[in-house]
């Protein structure tokens, strides 16, 4: 059965080592084909009527694309009306050296299957296999393996003629020698243009096509920018300090100009400023780019006007100098900023991104620009015909290639995500533009679920569920008979935390936190384990929620619903009456929950007294111990920020928002936060002491001093002293900040501070040394208990699990080279996550003033900056800028003054927190970036201050609505 | 760039092999006429060379003399040219000691020393390509030289690693799938009565996965004493038809 085969390989690692490797070549692969009865494997991929409709072939056919097919063409490949497709090993290979994330799409195809997608292992086939040739590169020796392997795949149906209603195979490549070559030899081959629109069923897939060849697509031969550099000249111009390397960042408000930020080895990072399209060279946001900086007498100061690229499609040719026109302004001689060109592109970061299209003006053309979303991303040239339909909905479109004599890159349609405006799109496009990864999951995640029905039967003891004897025996306590509760928001359904109280025999209360345990069903490493490293945290948007695990375990398995068995990760505390912590104890358990209650019906059994039930008793005695344990805090320096969190009352049948409410808060709130603190901060401890190298923390550093220079001015214009020396002095400070007939203004100063602080941060404990959580004054903090939505609270189980020895440890757990890693997913994915969180907010407000009109509403100026006020509507949690300034009519006298800040605008001058009163309607006239639009009411400036007009009655608005 | 693919989905190695099976073994007996046994066995691309003296009296130090059984004395080398980089290899580097020890460990369990007491029984083996499993094909080539010898062992004793990928054990690992990050684990077997004469790991593995590793190396070094044993009998039925004539 083996063929041994032994080849030799020269490889460059340092010096030049020659490697010898076994190449075994096998009679056993099979052709995967339902058609063929020579092979015997035990399934088959491909199926015996392979029909795909096509001008070019009547006959049923498989496909075999070819490398560079495959890497430009996946959005074709992807398309499920593509199928029975045979992936070569060769091809798969090249792919995986090539493209990393392409690899992954191929692979995902290869798995589904509806696809009828098979790979054929033609390097280690007998038949196939073929020897370089002296003298041939290995790019010829691949596309010749693809032919022999086509070879032989039509030569070994055609043994099978009678029962496969003449099956042909069919060659996909894009490069004409190759094309040749295997026409020459009799294999039935096509360029994969002329395939793709031969198809009669989907002719929109001609669009997905990527461009490939450029000579195509040239309009003009005058050449706009200047070559790229080479890798190998770019890598020793950064290695000779010539050039430097960066990661580009285009500007939101000038389309001329951006910005490059360098990192050099041991230095702070520095910003450098490209502006004008030659300088800019192509590069597109987020690019890592190779600049050279210009001599200094070129250097040039950042511009203040806002440029957007609108109107038609430029000419290629003769409109740049004016363009370029538009950023000769003159500046001061200091302002000047190191400025720089960029001369090669080291790494494209090309995504799809979305957008819309802007049909072109010609009625026939098929070549159209498209506008993304995001304004940092330059317009792309797209070919289709289908433009009516697309016009005015939201597409998705990927760049293929930007050609030195082209002004704009050339980009082909992927896929429509639906009409703009609506809620669907809306919500698909913040999540594909925030990266928020929000796919079904696949069936191999999904195969790691347990199966259902899923129970924990009654008589097996604590040990012995089916899943719990796989990973546990025995290290789980059994909690049932303690009365556990759960609190939360009105309609959660993903619980991962309950609490009990009781008290002990010495007279000592036994507080418990018991989260769900998550980890018990996410193993590590496994494909279900992958995409929740992957997601990092649940997403929790308007109306919708964007699952970290599937939901089986979200709202299910893991979700410590009541009265049902379920498996936790409980922290146990025996407290003294003071909160003192006499004794911790972490155990794997089961426990029953006897109640799941919102915040409301917490606090109203707390405060009826006439309840005195099991439960009742608990929560009275957990809500003592909070009180005591959220003063203590407070008397260490933890601050207590503000910020507006408002909540929508959906409809319940069209779910647009009917009503907007700021949330309000409990003591019953305050409660669960308190104990969720207390177990973070306790499970931080442990797992630091036991693992000291690799333990995953999270910590918040405490900022700048520069940073609360607003805070404390805008503090000082109401006579008020805020010291910031410490978390304690500026808690203490808002504490004591009271200004008479005002009491907004605390929130306000609150608001003000949260703005000041930085960003909190996982890290890993080996990584790092200073651990400080600023915002909790807490030494030491990590996050356990929200484990179904959080990835880092899974680490942190595994870790405690490991700690007090209830699981096994593996490899990646304990490099913290790969956790540091994983922080780093972790970190931006909750960026992300916040902004799409936001987005999503933003859209629903402007979703209820849509349906309201326009409304007069009370608000306090919450920053003052050149030329506009941004006020806050506390009843809305709403904040929206008041420009004073517009395009086309000459504006007011404005005098700005940065000392205050204050500005002066005609007569008027505007203080923080000063009140004002402003009218709110929806600006809809750029459809992609529709915003509320605010206006001055009162107090009145003439030729600032709208008119006070009564709004339309808002029931009779949303009559007309409806 | 991406490290290599150990498995491909298809199941797959980089050298074409499926997950159980061996590389292809080629063996032969009785190579010098000067020493007491010898062999010279390939696996793959691992090639080494297995001398036997003895059993004879003890040389050197008396005091190593054993009084109820043979003293067994290995040594392991690798040839300058046995890896992609020509090296000087001296003689009691940290590495050779241990392979010596360990086949000496080996060996003192397979071979029935108690029938010659003081006296001593050489073993030298030497790796003249190396491609992986260095110790596994030492055993299996001092086995068959000591069998040449004619000195009586319990059973063959057959060497062989497997490493641990996605969920699944390779078999007989070769030198790039030694490199790529696997946990190996070698194991010397009495394949008759299943004893295990030598287990060896220095990686970390999970608990729940070892049973499956020793599953896949018992299977692979069975299949190993099938091939030597043919080698064997192929060498005495030469052997006999020579003397016959």
Same mark, same amino acid.
């Given at each position: 059965?083996?063929?041994?085969?032994?080849?030799?390989?020269?490889?460059?690692?340092?010096?030049?080592?020659?490697?010898?490797?076994?190449?075994?070549?096998?009679?056993?692969?099979?052709?995967?084909?339902?058609?063929?009865?020579?092979?015997?494997?035990?399934?088959?991929?491909?199926?015996?009527?392979?029909?795909?409709?096509?001008?070019?072939?009547?006959?049923?056919?498989?496909?075999?694309?070819?490398?560079?097919?495959?890497?430009?063409?996946?959005?074709?490949?992807?398309?499920?009306?593509?199928?029975?497709?045979?992936?070569?090993?060769?091809?798969?290979?090249?792919?995986?050296?090539?493209?990393?994330?392409?690899?992954?799409?191929?692979?995902?195809?290869?798995?589904?299957?509806?696809?009828?997608?098979?790979?054929?292992?033609?390097?280690?086939?007998?038949?196939?296999?073929?020897?370089?040739?002296?003298?041939?590169?290995?790019?010829?020796?691949?596309?010749?393996?693809?032919?022999?392997?086509?070879?032989?795949?039509?030569?070994?149906?055609?043994?099978?003629?009678?029962?496969?209603?003449?099956?042909?195979?069919?060659?996909?490549?894009?490069?004409?020698?190759?094309?040749?070559?295997?026409?020459?030899?009799?294999?039935?081959?096509?360029?994969?243009?002329?395939?793709?629109?031969?198809?009669?069923?989907?002719?929109?897939?001609?669009?997905?096509?990527?461009?490939?060849?450029?000579?195509?697509?040239?309009?003009?031969?005058?050449?706009?920018?200047?070559?790229?550099?080479?890798?190998?000249?770019?890598?020793?111009?950064?290695?000779?300090?010539?050039?430097?390397?960066?990661?580009?960042?285009?500007?939101?408000?000038?389309?001329?100009?951006?910005?490059?930020?360098?990192?050099?080895?041991?230095?702070?990072?520095?910003?450098?400023?490209?502006?004008?399209?030659?300088?800019?060279?192509?590069?597109?946001?987020?690019?890592?780019?190779?600049?050279?900086?210009?001599?200094?007498?070129?250097?040039?100061?950042?511009?203040?006007?806002?440029?957007?690229?609108?109107?038609?499609?430029?000419?290629?040719?003769?409109?740049?100098?004016?363009?370029?026109?538009?950023?000769?302004?003159?500046?001061?001689?200091?302002?000047?900023?190191?400025?720089?060109?960029?001369?090669?592109?080291?790494?494209?970061?090309?995504?799809?991104?979305?957008?819309?299209?802007?049909?072109?003006?010609?009625?026939?053309?098929?070549?159209?620009?498209?506008?993304?979303?995001?304004?940092?991303?330059?317009?792309?040239?797209?070919?289709?015909?289908?433009?009516?339909?697309?016009?005015?909905?939201?597409?998705?479109?990927?760049?293929?290639?930007?050609?030195?004599?082209?002004?704009?890159?050339?980009?082909?349609?992927?896929?429509?995500?639906?009409?703009?405006?609506?809620?669907?799109?809306?919500?698909?496009?913040?999540?594909?533009?925030?990266?928020?990864?929000?796919?079904?999951?696949?069936?191999?995640?999904?195969?790691?679920?347990?199966?259902?029905?899923?129970?924990?039967?009654?008589?097996?003891?604590?040990?012995?569920?089916?899943?719990?004897?796989?990973?546990?025996?025995?290290?789980?306590?059994?909690?049932?008979?303690?009365?556990?509760?759960?609190?939360?928001?009105?309609?959660?359904?993903?619980?991962?935390?309950?609490?009990?109280?009781?008290?002990?025999?010495?007279?000592?209360?036994?507080?418990?936190?018991?989260?769900?345990?998550?980890?018990?069903?996410?193993?590590?490493?496994?494909?279900?384990?992958?995409?929740?490293?992957?997601?990092?945290?649940?997403?929790?948007?308007?109306?919708?929620?964007?699952?970290?695990?599937?939901?089986?375990?979200?709202?299910?398995?893991?979700?410590?619903?009541?009265?049902?068995?379920?498996?936790?990760?409980?922290?146990?505390?025996?407290?003294?009456?003071?909160?003192?912590?006499?004794?911790?104890?972490?155990?794997?358990?089961?426990?029953?929950?006897?109640?799941?209650?919102?915040?409301?019906?917490?606090?109203?059994?707390?405060?009826?007294?006439?309840?005195?039930?099991?439960?009742?008793?608990?929560?009275?005695?957990?809500?003592?111990?909070?009180?005591?344990?959220?003063?203590?805090?407070?008397?260490?320096?933890?601050?207590?920020?503000?910020?507006?969190?408002?909540?929508?009352?959906?409809?319940?049948?069209?779910?647009?928002?009917?009503?907007?409410?700021?949330?309000?808060?409990?003591?019953?709130?305050?409660?669960?936060?308190?104990?969720?603190?207390?177990?973070?901060?306790?499970?931080?401890?442990?797992?630091?002491?036991?693992?000291?190298?690799?333990?995953?923390?999270?910590?918040?550093?405490?900022?700048?001093?520069?940073?609360?220079?607003?805070?404390?001015?805008?503090?000082?214009?109401?006579?008020?002293?805020?010291?910031?020396?410490?978390?304690?002095?500026?808690?203490?400070?808002?504490?004591?900040?009271?200004?008479?007939?005002?009491?907004?203004?605390?929130?306000?100063?609150?608001?003000?501070?949260?703005?000041?602080?930085?960003?909190?941060?996982?890290?890993?404990?080996?990584?790092?040394?200073?651990?400080?959580?600023?915002?909790?004054?807490?030494?030491?903090?990590?996050?356990?208990?929200?484990?179904?939505?959080?990835?880092?609270?899974?680490?942190?189980?595994?870790?405690?699990?490991?700690?007090?020895?209830?699981?096994?440890?593996?490899?990646?757990?304990?490099?913290?080279?790969?956790?540091?890693?994983?922080?780093?997913?972790?970190?931006?994915?909750?960026?992300?996550?916040?902004?799409?969180?936001?987005?999503?907010?933003?859209?629903?407000?402007?979703?209820?003033?849509?349906?309201?009109?326009?409304?007069?509403?009370?608000?306090?100026?919450?920053?003052?900056?050149?030329?506009?006020?941004?006020?806050?509507?506390?009843?809305?949690?709403?904040?929206?800028?008041?420009?004073?300034?517009?395009?086309?009519?000459?504006?007011?006298?404005?005098?700005?003054?940065?000392?205050?800040?204050?500005?002066?605008?005609?007569?008027?001058?505007?203080?923080?927190?000063?009140?004002?009163?402003?009218?709110?309607?929806?600006?809809?006239?750029?459809?992609?970036?529709?915003?509320?639009?605010?206006?001055?009411?009162?107090?009145?400036?003439?030729?600032?201050?709208?008119?006070?007009?009564?709004?339309?009655?808002?029931?009779?608005?949303?009559?007309?609505?409806? | 760039?991406?490290?290599?693919?150990?498995?491909?989905?298809?199941?797959?190695?980089?050298?074409?092999?499926?997950?159980?099976?061996?590389?292809?073994?080629?063996?032969?007996?009785?190579?010098?006429?000067?020493?007491?046994?010898?062999?010279?066995?390939?696996?793959?691309?691992?090639?080494?060379?297995?001398?036997?003296?003895?059993?004879?009296?003890?040389?050197?130090?008396?005091?190593?003399?054993?009084?109820?059984?043979?003293?067994?004395?290995?040594?392991?080398?690798?040839?300058?040219?046995?890896?992609?980089?020509?090296?000087?290899?001296?003689?009691?580097?940290?590495?050779?000691?241990?392979?010596?020890? @360990? $086949?000496?460990?080996?060996? /003192? &369990? #397979?071979?029935?020393?108690?029938?010659?007491?003081?006296?001593?029984? %050489?073993?030298? =083996?030497?790796?003249?390509?190396?491609?992986?499993?260095?110790?596994?094909?030492?055993?299996?080539?001092?086995?068959?030289?000591?069998?040449?010898?004619?000195?009586?062992?319990?059973?063959?004793?057959?060497?062989?690693?497997?490493?641990?990928?996605?969920?699944?054990?390779?078999?007989?690992?070769?030198?790039?799938?030694?490199?790529?990050?696997?946990?190996?684990?070698?194991?010397?077997?009495?394949?008759?009565?299943?004893?295990?004469?030598?287990?060896?790991?220095?990686?970390?593995?999970?608990?729940? @996965? $070892?049973?499956?590793?020793? /599953? &896949? #190396?018992?299977?692979?070094?069975?299949?190993?004493?099938?091939?030597? %044993?043919?080698? =064997?009998?192929?060498?005495?039925?030469?052997?006999?038809?020579?003397?016959?004539?």
């Amino acid at each position: 059965m083996l063929k041994s085969k032994t080849f030799v390989k020269k490889t460059r690692s340092g010096g030049v080592v020659k490697i010898v490797r076994e190449h075994y070549l096998r009679d056993d692969i099979w052709c995967g084909s339902e058609v063929c009865s020579e092979c015997k494997p035990e399934t088959t991929e491909l199926q015996k009527n392979a029909y795909i409709e096509s001008n070019l072939c009547a006959y049923p056919h498989y496909l075999i694309p070819d490398t560079n097919v495959v890497l430009h063409q996946i959005d074709v490949l992807e398309d499920p009306i593509i199928r029975n497709v045979i992936i070569l090993q060769t091809v798969l290979q090249e792919v995986r050296h090539r493209s990393a994330p392409i690899y992954k799409r191929v692979k995902d195809m290869l798995h589904e299957k509806e696809k009828h997608f098979y790979t054929f292992t033609n390097e280690h086939h007998r038949e196939t296999f073929i020897e370089r040739e002296p003298g041939e590169s290995a790019n010829d020796r691949n596309d010749r393996a693809i032919r022999v392997a086509a070879k032989w795949y039509s030569e070994h149906l055609k043994a099978f003629k009678s029962s496969s209603d003449g099956l042909e195979v069919v060659l996909l490549t894009n490069d004409q020698g190759n094309k040749q070559k295997a026409a020459d030899i009799g294999l039935v081959v096509f360029k994969c243009e002329e395939y793709i629109k031969s198809l009669i069923a989907n002719p929109e897939l001609v669009d997905r096509l990527a461009l490939t060849d450029n000579e195509k697509n040239e309009i003009s031969k005058k050449v706009l920018f200047p070559e790229h550099l080479p890798l190998s000249k770019v890598q020793a111009g950064i290695k000779a300090g010539t050039f430097l390397q960066g990661t580009y960042r285009a500007s939101r408000d000038n389309y001329l100009e951006g910005s490059v930020f360098v990192q050099k080895d041991g230095e702070e990072s520095t910003e450098v400023l490209i502006q004008g399209l030659a300088n800019l060279n192509r590069a597109v946001h987020q690019d890592v780019v190779a600049v050279q900086i210009l001599a200094r007498d070129k250097w040039v100061a950042p511009s203040s006007v806002v440029l957007q690229d609108e109107g038609a499609a430029k000419d290629d040719a003769g409109d740049e100098e004016d363009e370029d026109k538009a950023l000769k302004t003159t500046f001061a001689e200091t302002a000047k900023k190191p400025t720089a060109r960029i001369v090669g592109i080291i790494k494209r970061s090309w995504r799809p991104f979305c957008g819309m299209l802007n049909v072109s003006q010609i009625k026939e053309s098929t070549r159209h620009l498209f506008t993304p979303a995001d304004r940092r991303i330059p317009r792309i040239r797209i070919e289709t015909r289908q433009s009516s339909t697309l016009a005015g909905q939201r597409i998705m479109v990927a760049i293929d290639g930007w050609p030195k004599d082209s002004r704009y890159p050339n980009g082909h349609f992927v896929r429509s995500l639906g009409g703009a405006g609506e809620k669907e799109t809306e919500q698909e496009v913040l999540l594909l533009e925030h990266d928020v990864p929000h796919q079904a999951f696949s069936q191999t995640v999904l195969s790691f679920l347990p199966k259902m029905p899923w129970v924990i039967t009654p008589e097996e003891s604590a040990s012995s569920s089916y899943w719990a004897v796989v990973v546990d025996e025995g290290k789980r306590e059994d909690l049932r008979q303690l009365i556990v509760c759960s609190v939360d928001p009105p309609g959660c359904t993903d619980i991962d935390d309950a609490l009990h109280c009781r008290e002990l025999d010495n007279g000592n209360l036994e507080v418990g936190v018991h989260i769900a345990d998550v980890s018990h069903f996410i193993r590590p490493g496994n494909a279900l384990d992958q995409e929740a490293a992957n997601r990092g945290t649940t997403v929790y948007l308007c109306g919708k929620r964007i699952d970290m695990v599937p939901e089986l375990l979200s709202s299910n398995l893991c979700s410590l619903r009541s009265n049902v068995e379920r498996l936790a990760f409980s922290c146990i505390w025996e407290m003294n009456h003071n909160a003192e912590i006499v004794k911790t104890r972490f155990t794997k358990s089961i426990i029953n929950s006897k109640a799941s209650l919102t915040y409301a019906e917490a606090q109203m059994r707390i405060d009826d007294s006439t309840m005195n039930d099991d439960i009742t008793i608990s929560l009275r005695g957990l809500n003592k111990l909070a009180k005591i344990l959220k003063r203590q805090r407070i008397q260490n320096g933890a601050l207590t920020l503000s910020s507006l969190e408002v909540r929508f009352h959906i409809d319940s049948e069209t779910h647009d928002p009917i009503d907007l409410q700021t949330k309000e808060l409990m003591e019953t709130n305050s409660m669960v936060e308190e104990f969720m603190l207390l177990a973070n901060i306790s499970v931080a401890q442990k797992i630091y002491d036991e693992f000291p190298e690799c333990a995953l923390l999270r910590k918040h550093p405490a900022p700048p001093p520069s940073n609360y220079d607003i805070l404390i001015k805008a503090a000082k214009s109401k006579n008020v002293e805020i010291h910031t020396d410490s978390a304690k002095a500026l808690a203490d400070s808002l504490d004591v900040a009271r200004v008479d007939n005002f009491p907004y203004f605390n929130t306000l100063l609150r608001i003000l501070a949260t703005r000041c602080m930085m960003q909190a941060v996982y890290f890993c404990s080996g990584m790092d040394s200073d651990f400080h959580h600023y915002g909790l004054a807490s030494p030491i903090y990590t996050h356990f208990t929200s484990p179904i939505r959080r990835y880092s609270d899974i680490i942190v189980h595994r870790l405690l699990a490991v700690a007090i020895g209830a699981d096994a440890t593996y490899s990646d757990l304990m490099d913290k080279h790969k956790q540091s890693a994983l922080c780093n997913n972790l970190n931006y994915r909750h960026k992300m996550a916040q902004y799409a969180q936001r987005a999503s907010v933003a859209f629903h407000t402007q979703l209820f003033f849509k349906s309201r009109g326009v409304l007069n509403e009370e608000g306090f100026v919450l920053f003052v900056r050149k030329n506009a006020i941004i006020v806050l509507i506390p009843k809305f949690g709403l904040e929206g800028t008041v420009f004073f300034d517009s395009k086309d009519k000459a504006g007011p006298k404005l005098i700005y003054d940065e000392e205050g800040p204050v500005l002066t605008v005609e007569q008027h001058t505007f203080h923080i927190f000063d009140k004002v009163k402003v009218t709110i309607s929806l600006d809809a006239s750029n459809i992609q970036h529709q915003k509320i639009r605010m206006a001055l009411l009162d107090p009145v400036i003439p030729g600032v201050s709208v008119p006070a007009e009564n709004p339309e009655p808002p029931s009779k608005k949303s009559k007309i609505d409806r | 760039m991406a490290g290599l693919e150990l498995l491909s989905d298809q199941g797959y190695r980089l050298d074409g092999r499926k997950a159980n099976e061996l590389r292809k073994v080629q063996a032969r007996m009785g190579v010098f006429a000067q020493a007491d046994g010898s062999a010279y066995i390939e696996q793959g691309n691992t090639k080494a060379l297995a001398v036997v003296y003895g059993p004879h009296e003890m040389r050197g130090s008396r005091s190593r003399t054993l009084y109820d059984r043979a003293a067994i004395n290995c040594q392991y080398s690798m040839a300058t040219f046995s890896t992609a980089e020509r090296k000087r290899r001296p003689h009691g580097d940290k590495k050779s000691t241990e392979m010596s020890l @360990h $086949l000496k460990q080996t060996f /003192e &369990a #397979a071979i029935l020393t108690q029938l010659y007491p003081r006296s001593q029984i %050489d073993i030298f =083996v030497k790796i003249l390509q190396s491609d992986g499993g260095n110790y596994s094909v030492c055993v299996n080539a001092a086995t068959l030289a000591v069998i040449d010898a004619g000195i009586p062992m319990r059973d063959y004793v057959c060497a062989c690693t497997v490493g641990f990928v996605d969920e699944t054990p390779l078999a007989d690992l070769c030198y790039t799938e030694e490199n790529g990050g696997v946990s190996s684990l070698a194991m010397a077997l009495l394949p008759r009565g299943g004893q295990i004469a030598l287990l060896q790991m220095d990686a970390r593995l999970h608990q729940d @996965h $070892l049973e499956s590793m020793m /599953e &896949a #190396a018992m299977t692979a070094c069975k299949g190993v004493s099938k091939v030597l %044993d043919e080698v =064997v009998r192929q060498h005495l039925e030469e052997a006999s038809a020579l003397s016959r004539d």
